[in-house]
């Protein structure tokens, strides 16, 4: 009787593993559909976190400092305003 205990559970724990094998495919192949790729492992996983990371601070670190050469130019010409604002128009108050 234990050794057909035994086999019963070998059989539910392999059962287990190929229907946990099967529904991760099918998840993979789902979002493949979707366009989303996910990573192969832990490691790629890591390594594209990274890469996502170092392209953000790129692109903050290039519109800080395009940020910066626009207003030392407009600093530097004595304009207050940037060529992308409309022009400054002189009004009367009317009382």
Known sequence: ???FFGCL???FIGLFFVAWA???QGLRFILSLLGIKLPDNAEAFRQQAQQQGQQQANRSQQHHSSSQESSSNNASNGKIFTKDESEYVEFEDVP
């Open 22 to 24: 099967l529904l991760h």
């Open 1 to 3: 009787m234990g050794t």
């Open 9 to 11: 559970f070998a059989f």
